[in-house]
């Protein structure tokens, strides 16, 4: 029997709600739990109330208010994955602390441990709302400097940490290559694999510190979006000390498209031959590594986006759907005939 696509959506919807019940009642239950158990050990003081934050991945978030010390952020993983995400974010903040330039461009850690099988976070609370709608040129700018903030402060000296580079996208790949469900597909992934060793084989490369999921969610304001006043940068789970920061750049601005991460992805692989400097041009933020292929970088944003996504759904198995529009459409594009693999591993002048 073929079932008509506009039948597709009403089977599937049941499921992904029920998914999104299920994790929805689990991080619930880890973070009631979570705030018991500090408050009981005096990690947490002076408790007046909590309440659970919006999120889509293996962790609960609890925004805490209490009495000594302000507003505070709970972070508590229910899965091994996001247990090595919060020690990631947690190592991270250590380091951007000790960095004058962008250390209140980050949210101040406090206590960092383990609550038995959970392992959990506490820091303090940054001002403002995220940016998530504000799709102005002066809230994108704004969030993009930030960003090249830290990564001009972070950079290391050119060609000094590729391989850590080629570890990360490696590590992605094998996700990648696991929720392939075609012979097809597969073998993009191992070419895909070559094109990006080839591109990324660059002499000079800068590499700094990267967000690793760097969008308007995940970028706190206070302010109007055309004259914020202070900007910080949340959740740095997907982080690391030694990444390209044009990926970061390449990733908020695919996130913004209003075509959707996936289809914004094919549009710049649709579109070869340019440096990732030419492509930025119109953006007053520094690029560290202008002479990258533009579709290179949005071939990584899409690789580092899909393994965020796949590691989020480490205890609840990512749903066909997700696979087949975030996955499997931009895998198509790249094993399509139009040349676009050839291009990411193409050098630039």
């Known amino acids: ?198 591109g990324l084989d660059t002499p000079g490369l800068v590499t700094s510190v990267v967000h690793g999921d760097f969008w308007s969610g995940n970028v706190l304001a206070v302010g109007p979006a055309d004259e914020l006043r202070s900007i910080s940068i949340v959740d740095w789970e997907r982080g690391s000390l030694h990444g390209l920061p044009e990926v970061d750049q390449v990733h908020y601005l695919l996130t913004e498209h209003p075509v959707g991460f996936s289809a914004a992805v094919r549009s710049w692989l649709d579109a070869p031959g340019t440096t990732i400097g030419e492509r930025l041009a119109d953006i007053d933020v520094p690029v560290l590594n202008p002479r990258l292929g533009s579709a290179l970088c949005a071939a990584l944003a899409w690789l580092s986006h899909v393994g965020a996504g796949l590691d989020t759904a480490r205890r609840f198995r990512a749903g066909p759907l997700w696979v087949r529009t975030e996955v499997g459409a931009v895998l198509d594009t790249l094993g399509g005939r139009g040349g676009a693999l050839e291009d990411l591993a193409e050098r630039r002048g």
């Open 1 to 198: 029997m073929v079932v008509p696509p506009h039948a597709i959506g009403s089977l599937v919807l049941p499921v992904v709600q029920a998914r999104a019940w299920r994790r929805q009642l689990v991080r619930q239950r880890a973070g009631d739990e979570a705030i018991a158990a500090l408050t009981r050990s005096g990690r947490i003081r002076a408790v007046e109330s909590w309440t659970s934050l919006p999120t889509l991945g293996d962790t609960a978030v609890l925004r805490v208010r209490t009495a000594r010390e302000g507003d505070l952020i709970v972070k508590v993983a229910v899965s091994t994955a996001a247990g090595q995400g919060l020690d990631r974010h947690a190592h991270l903040l250590g380091h951007l602390a000790g960095v004058a330039a962008v250390r209140r461009a980050v949210p101040e850690l406090m206590v960092v441990g383990d609550l038995g099988r959970h392992r959990y976070v506490v820091e303090r609370a940054v001002p403002g709302r995220p940016l998530t709608g504000a799709r102005g040129r002066g809230a994108r700018a704004a969030a993009l400097r930030t960003a090249a903030q830290v990564h001009a402060a972070t950079a290391g000296p050119p060609g000094d940490a590729t391989g850590v580079v080629l570890a990360s996208v490696e590590a992605d790949l094998a996700r990648l290559g696991r929720v392939c469900r075609t012979a097809t597909h597969r073998r993009t992934v191992d070419r895909l694999a070559l094109a990006l060793a080839a």
